[in-house]
């Protein structure tokens, strides 16, 4: 009887704990994420105008980017954010914030897409963050100091 007893226990707590650490890995997807739809925040020691203007900077030296500086997009109005347009598509909705020598780069959409229109494991969410950060999070890291999360 006791010995049954403790194979129930261990066998609850075992499956508590294979349960709550796979909830932990399929919530932290959307850590940060709801409410917002942000789909990835970078920060840098600078501060906010330093990393608006070396954003504009680099999509003026690029033939296939430029930057909005406000724009009403998909029900609201992003101000002092930055829409990065790609052959004049708008790709990625960005909005600045920070304070004092630290500044945040929020990627609110790619394609009009949220963090939670994708899904859980995107494959064209993955590869568009990516190539976002080759191009504009790559150079801005190479000016100001990247803090990694």
Not at 60 to 89: M, P
Not at 123 to 139: A, C, G, R, S
Request: charged share 25%; net charge positive; proline share 1%.
């Amino acid at each position: 009887m006791t010995k049954n007893i403790s194979y129930i226990l261990v066998t609850l707590v075992l499956g508590s704990f294979i349960f709550y650490l796979s909830l932990y890995f399929i919530g932290g997807y959307y850590v940060g994420s709801y409410g917002s739809g942000k789909i990835k925040i970078y920060e840098f020691a600078t501060k906010k105008e330093n990393l608006e203007k070396e954003l504009n900077r680099i999509c003026s030296v690029s033939k296939n980017i430029s930057c909005k500086d406000s724009i009403n997009y998909i029900g609201r109005t992003y101000k002092k954010s930055l829409v990065i347009k790609l052959n004049s598509q708008p790709i990625y909705v960005l909005k600045l914030s920070g304070e004092a020598n630290y500044s945040d780069l929020h990627l609110i959409y790619i394609n009009g897409k949220s963090n939670d229109d994708f899904g859980w494991f995107s494959f064209e969410k993955h590869k568009k963050v990516k190539l976002f950060e080759k191009e504009i999070i790559e150079p801005l890291s190479k000016k100001f100091e990247r803090i990694d999360e």
